[in-house]
């Protein structure tokens, strides 16, 4: 389902003298510049003692230093609040549970939070607790992708060490890095030196840093660190691309209408996208699949500015995108264990039953690891299996190799 995120009814008047800030003609439109940790510094320490401002934190797929760090348009502090990432520990109690999000982010929910899938399927809290506590159970564990958000409440910032309290959360296999968009205030800075800001544990030397859900986040050398111009406010997009209207170098166009317009300046995440990624695909690629008959169905899910006048067909230039085949988004898990018992179509390696079907390999452990079929298998035999994980926990066997 397409959708847009965040505050896109602005003025066409101040949209358009927003992104007339370019230096030149013909210039890509500059919607940020840069700033230093002294000039978030002051930023924050000028608000007032109950007000926030709004910040987009991007971290690489491991580690405690942002990869980015935007500061956003005051007029966000009121939007939803997110953080993405891949969870690596669940604890639960009644109804109230605890998730840990790398690289430590602690999100809450309780018995009023709404889960989805990445389809929009509603799930019940007990669902979406036995979908990750089946994910971190496999060998190795599976660390499933969510987006939390919640609505911005008083006080408007949380506190450094304070969990994300989640009134909705959305299962995300695509999540690659973590990702917050959060309100701060002077309370989340720390000054490099102090805490966990050393290079003892940041592995670099920190002009400063931000404390946001109980982690403290470097801002270094390689940051980008960067504050929004006056007047343009960043949106999220996420739909279907529609491969029936014209995809070329400079745009493409979702299934609701929307036009995402690219440039040098876009990040379009390709290939794979850091340790246990997806495989992103370009623009090209997109172009050529939407060529097949029948056309696949190919997200398309990023951020950008409006440049669309009020009232006009939504067009947004896009600051980053990815594109991903929906046919190809899986969940893999391997692990290891003794077959237990033999079904028709079936084996349960320890308590998993695992699934197989006329796609699945059988091998053999040994010197030119014979393959085997499913009759050779029997009880008690020690195996490797790799599998994918569907929408409902199921595991389908991609390859089983029976251990010497």
Request: a negative charge; hydrophobic letters at 40%; charged letters at 25%.
């Amino acid at each position: 389902m397409p959708k847009l995120y965040g505050l896109v009814a602005l003025a066409g008047l101040a949209l358009a003298t927003a992104c007339s800030d370019s230096s030149g003609p013909g210039a890509t439109p500059q919607f940020s510049r840069q700033i230093t940790f002294p000039d978030l510094q002051t930023k924050l320490k000028a608000l007032p003692a109950t007000g926030a401002a709004r910040a987009e934190i991007e971290l690489p797929p491991t580690g405690f230093v942002a990869r980015e760090v935007n500061v956003e348009d005051n007029q966000e502090v009121d939007d939803r609040e997110s953080v993405r990432g891949e969870i690596t520990a669940l604890t639960v109690s009644g109804g109230n549970g605890t998730l840990t999000l790398a690289p430590g982010f602690q999100v809450t929910f309780s018995a009023t939070t709404m889960f989805e899938t990445d389809d929009d399927l509603s799930l019940t809290s007990q669902q979406f607790v036995d979908r990750v506590q089946a994910a971190l159970g496999q060998t190795p564990a599976v660390n499933l992708g969510i987006r939390a958000e919640r609505a911005a409440m008083n006080p408007l910032a949380l506190g450094p060490s304070d969990a994300f309290p989640a009134d909705k959360i959305e299962l995300k296999p695509d999540v690659d890095r973590p990702k917050v968009k959060i309100n701060v205030a002077q309370a989340n800075l720390v000054t490099a030196g102090d805490g966990d800001c050393t290079l003892a544990k940041l592995g670099v030397t920190p002009d400063g840093c931000i404390k946001v859900l109980g982690v403290t986040v470097g801002i270094a050398n390689e940051t980008e660190l960067k504050a929004m111009n006056p007047g343009v406010v960043k949106i999220e997009f996420e739909g279907l691309v529609d491969c029936a209207k014209t995809i070329d170098a400079s745009s493409f166009f979702l299934k609701d209408g929307a036009q995402i317009m690219v440039d040098a300046n876009t990040r379009i995440e390709s290939g794979h996208e850091g340790e246990g990624g997806d495989d992103h695909l370009t623009l090209d690629q997109v172009k050529t699949a939407c060529a097949a008959t029948p056309a696949p169905a190919i997200e398309a899910e990023g951020e950008g500015v409006l440049t669309s006048a009020s009232g006009q067909p939504v067009v947004i230039r896009a600051t980053e995108v990815k594109f991903e085949d929906e046919a190809e988004a899986e969940i893999e898990a391997e692990f290891t264990g003794t077959i237990n018992a033999i079904g028709t179509d079936n084996i349960t390696v320890g308590d998993r039953v695992v699934m197989v079907d006329a796609n699945t390999q059988f091998e053999r452990e040994g010197s030119g690891e014979s393959h085997i079929t499913f009759a050779d298998l029997h009880t008690g035999d020690m195996v490797e299996v790799k599998a994918i994980m569907d929408a409902n926990g199921k595991l389908l066997a991609r390859e089983i190799k029976v251990r010497s």
